[in-house]
């Protein structure tokens, strides 16, 4: 946490996302150590004031799915879509294998400067990519971004395990030993680690699938997290099902009950394959879920259902993916894109599309429920002081405003942010980090990322 104080004055709009859902008025928000102080109430002398009456203010958006090491491909026609997730995999991880120590900062920076330009407070990534020339402090590579953009980050320490000769296909560069594996996590967690109020920096053991992990991966990384009080994070129900059931007699959702993972400190990401029972079972067995809308699209196959998961009470949040996937890192975006999809199938599914403002609480609340965190999420008293501001007063708000909540799934957020705030900082405005020089980071992002790949953006 830092000691800034300031207020946010007469703020249009203030859509909390509380427990009540309620929208405020004119109103002022006074932020201090990183926290909510109050909301209305009395003025403080002496502290800072920023006029927000034009603005709509909403909660920071909790990004629960990414692979920021994949943005050196986006928009890279040799890299085209195969139509399979598998085929997919195996085109792009030779290339990925290229990586060397600095592509992990500077990818990192590109994906959390896109996340905070869009209103993204909290980021999680699943960073499973370690080549053996690479070194093991990638993750920390990654953290060292965080800290300079001032992201709340929570880091997926990820691993491939099963080699090629057991049915992976994943290079063999990029193949880790279970303990090696396990043993960085431990590292990491005693290094960066927090489960206090505000903390800034966490860590999860995310090993990447389970076609490309032996079960043994799974079930040690399990008890390590158990031990360490830490969540876990995985790929599921994203086109792997047919080949567990070749492999181990059981699509995914029952492969992973009969591992024993299960419980409410485990998500995954997409779970869009799965059918209407797999989906009430992973509800009973407390696993949550990272909705990824971007994806999606690009696969074409199956559209997650929300309606149902919803129904299963389980917890759910957005998540970006990785620029494989998704050439772009607008968490805002994802929210649109969510909400339009659900609409497109709602008829044949014979139920209607949640309503516009869940989307929201999707990339909010249900984020932090995913994340195991109390303190993001919403704007309440007592939470962190994250948060993002968009402009009201501009032609396309004209009409919009009878249901601020519902304009990220409605209208979209289309441009990027008046401000973004995180821990009571704010680390962008008015189209600037301020403090840092973001041409000279692209500059030497190219530089770094030309020296690895033929790399002309």
Known sequence: MNDTSLCLRNIGYLVTCNDKQEILRDIDLNVSDGLIKSIGGSREDGIEEIDASDWIVFPGLINTHHHFFQAFIRNQPQFAWPNDVLTWISRIYPLFSKLTEPCFYHTALICMAELIKYGCTTAFDHQYCFPKHAGTRLVDRQIEAARLLGMRFVAGRGANTLPASAGGNVPEQMIESTKTFLNDVERLVSLYHSNKLGAMEQIVVAPCQPVNCWPETFIESLGLARDKAIQLHTHLGEGESSVMAQRYGKRTVDWMELQGLYGSDIWVAHAWELDAREITHLGELEI??????????????????????????????????????????????????????????????????????????????????????EDIGDLSVGKCADLFAIRKDRLDMVGALEAP?????????????????????????????????????????????????????
């Open 288 to 373: 949550g879920v990272s909705h990824c809308p971007a994806p999606i699209f690009l696969v074409g196959e199956e559209i997650t259902d929300l309606p149902t998961m919803m129904a299963s009470d389980m917890r759910i949040g957005l998540g970006v993916d990785g620029c494989a996937s998704n050439d772009n890192s607008n968490l805002a975006e994802c929210i649109r894109n969510a909400y339009l999809l659900q609409c497109l199938v709602a008829s044949q599914r014979g139920h209607r599309a949640p309503d516009p403002s869940d989307y929201l609480s999707l990339a909010t609340r249900g984020g932090a429920a995913l994340l195991g965190r």
């Open 405 to 457: 909540q519902a304009i990220p799934a409605k209208l979209g957020l289309s441009g990027p942010t008046a401000l973004t705030m995180i821990d009571g900082r704010i680390v962008w405005r008015d189209g600037e980090f301020p403090g840092l020089d973001e041409s000279k980071l692209a500059f030497e992002a190219r530089v770094e990322l030309s020296r690895v790949l033929d790399f002309r953006g």
